[in-house]
C-alpha cells in the first residue's frame, strides 16, 4: 500500500495530540455533553475519570473526527468543550435503543489514519503491528522528512511515525475498530482481520478524493499538494493562485527538487487568480477556503476538473 505525501501528511497531522484512548468513556462524556451547551475541560475530565493528559488524547480525537469543539475564553484562560452542531443534532435524534458505536461510526470513517488502516487490514488480512510499522509507518517517516527539508513546520517532526507507531496503532487505532465493530483480533498487537460488518463499509469508502485539514499555521495546503504531484511523478501542471503565492511555490519547487530525489524535468504553468487550484493529467487540487480544501486521484475527477479550469483561461 502506497502512501502519497498529501496522505501520509494529513494522516501526521489528524493525530496531533492523540496517544491513547478509552473508548468506554465516549458515551458518559457525550450524554453530559447533551445536558449543557459547554462544559469545562476539566468537568470533562471528570466525567472520564482522568485527571491526566489521557483526557485530552480523547478529546483531541473527537475533535479530529468533528464531533466536539474546544473553546477558549481567553481573558480567564478557561478552555470549553461544545458538541459541533451536527453531533448535537445527531444526538437529540437518536434512537432509544441505538448503541453510540453505531451512531458514531460515519464520523470514524472520516478520520484518515483510520481509513488508511482499515485499507491496509483489506489488503493484507492477519497483519500485525510489526507488519503496519514496517509498511505505513516507513512511509510516515520518510514524508515527514521530506517535508521538514522545505517547511519550518512546528507541529510536523523530522522522522516522525505517526499514527503508525505501536503505541497508536494499539492504544488508539484498532481500540477503534473493534469499539464500531470493523475488526476482530486475538491479541492487542494482532493479527487483525476485517469484521464482516467491516468487509462491508470498506466497499463504501472513498480513497480516492481527499479533504485536507488545515492544522498546520507553517504549511500551506497547496505547496503541500505541489510536494504531492512533484513525488507522483506528474510531468505537467497547470497552477492558478495570486502573485505572490506563485513566487512562493517557484521557490518552493526549486528548493523541493534540490534537496529531495525527485524528477526535475517538470512543467508548471501558472495563472494568475484569486483562488488556489493545481491540476495535472493524475491529480487535481482545489481550495475554496481554508476549511474546504480537497485533492483527488480519481480519474474521472481529474479529467473533469482539467476540462473546466482549460475552459477558464
Known amino acids: 500500500m502506497i502512501l502519497t505525501k498529501y496522505l501520509a501528511i494529513q494522516s501526521n497531522l489528524e493525530t496531533i495530540g492523540i496517544v491513547s ?5 465516549i458515551e458518559p462524556l457525550l450524554e453530559k455533553m447533551m445536558e449543557k451547551d459547554i462544559i469545562t475541560i ?8 482522568f485527571k491526566s493528559g489521557l483526557a485530552n488524547t480523547m478529546f483531541s480525537l473527537l475533535e479530529h473526527i468533528g464531533f466536539i469543539k474546544k473553546n477558549v475564553q481567553k481573558d480567564i484562560s478557561l478552555e470549553f468543550l461544545r458538541l459541533t452542531n451536527f453531533g448535537r443534532f445527531l444526538l437529540n435524534n437518536k434512537m432509544k435503543e ?3 458505536s453505531q451512531l458514531m461510526t460515519p464520523f470514524f470513517l472520516t478520520w484518515l489514519p483510520f ?14 503491528v510489526d507488519e503496519i510499522k514496517a509498511n505505513l509507518g516507513l512511509q510516515i517517516i520518510r514524508h515527514t522528512s521530506d517535508l521538514r527539508t522545505v517547511v519550518n513546520s512546528v507541529i510536523i517532526h523530522s522522522g516522525s511515525d505517526s499514527p503508525f507507531n505501536e503505541k497508536i496503532i494499539i492504544n488508539v487505532i484498532s481500540n477503534i475498530g473493534e469499539f464500531l465493530g470493523l475488526i476482530t483480533s486475538e491479541k492487542k498487537r494482532g493479527p487483525y482481520y476485517l469484521s464482516p460488518l467491516g468487509k462491508y463499509l470498506i466497499n463504501t469508502i472513498d480513497f480516492q478524493s481527499f479533504k485536507f485539514k488545515n492544522i498546520d499555521p507553517k504549511l500551506k495546503p497547496i505547496h503541500l499538494a505541489l510536494m504531492d504531484f512533484l513525488d ?16 512562493e511555490m517557484k521557490a518552493m519547487h526549486k528548493l523541493y ?3 529531495i530525489d525527485v524528477g526535475k524535468d517538470v512543467n508548471i504553468l501558472y495563472k494568475q487568480s484569486d483562488f488556489n487550484t493545481m491540476v495535472s493529467n493524475n491529480s487535481a487540487f482545489w481550495e475554496l477556503s481554508k476549511k474546504f480544501c480537497n485533492i483527488t486521484y480519481d480519474q474521472v475527477k481529474v479529467l473533469e476538473f482539467n476540462s473546466i479550469l482549460m475552459d477558464l483561461f
Open 21 to 25: 484512548v478509552n473508548m468506554n468513556n
Open 42 to 49: 476539566e468537568e470533562g475530565k471528570e466525567i472520564i475519570g
Open 98 to 100: 441505538q448503541p453510540i
Open 115 to 128: 481509513k488508511l488502516f482499515l485499507k491496509f487490514i483489506h489488503q493484507n488480512p492477519g497483519a500485525d
Open 232 to 247: 507522483k511523478g506528474d510531468k505537467n501542471f497547470i497552477v492558478s493562485t495570486s502573485l505572490e503565492n506563485a513566487v
Open 257 to 259: 527538487i534540490e534537496r
